[in-house]
């Protein structure tokens, strides 16, 4: 694996602006571009931390699971075959969470597309805290867009 994305193209492939833009890079891609790594920081600027929750900050399963599919369109849209085009949540399958995410915390999110048949898709994420396993699960999306 290999090619990193700075924020910059991150924000070329993904329509998402502070503060849902939930991807802070690409560290990996696989050559056949069907799976990758991705990383966000998570601080105590995040505006979520001021409801979720201001005395105990912990950051929602659903925006983990929003990173995850953030990370899956940043890995699996580039090149020019999908130009213009954008990665829609469709669903979500069997996710579980095994820990909280608090500020100061780095996500690492790993997907693996496992399943295309024609514009909708499958991928199996998984979200990781200093090699410990926070959450993971499936991610169905479909390709809208383009020409």
């Given amino acids: 694996m290999s090619e ?88 979500i399958d069997g996710f579980r969470f095994r820990r909280p995410v608090v500020p100061g915390d780095t996500l690492r999110l790993e997907v693996q597309l496992t399943r295309m048949r024609g514009p909708v898709g499958k991928i199996a994420g998984r979200a990781t805290v200093d090699g410990q396993l926070v959450a993971e699960g499936e991610i169905t999306f479909a390709i809208t867009g383009g020409e």
């Avoid at 990193?4 to 502070?18: F, K, Q, W």
């Avoid at 990173?67 to 849209?77: E, F, K, R, T």
């Fill in 4 to 91: 990193t994305r700075a924020i910059t193209e991150i924000m070329d492939l993904l329509p998402h602006r502070y503060p849902f833009l939930l991807v802070d890079r690409v560290i990996e891609v696989a050559e056949d571009g069907k799976s990758g790594v991705a990383l966000k920081n998570v601080t105590i600027n995040e505006s979520f931390f001021q409801g979720h929750f201001p005395s105990r900050p912990i950051m929602p399963g659903v925006l983990i699971v929003e990173a995850l599919a953030q990370a899956g369109a940043a890995i699996l849209l580039r090149g020019t075959q999908r130009d213009g085009k954008l990665a829609v949540l469709a669903g």
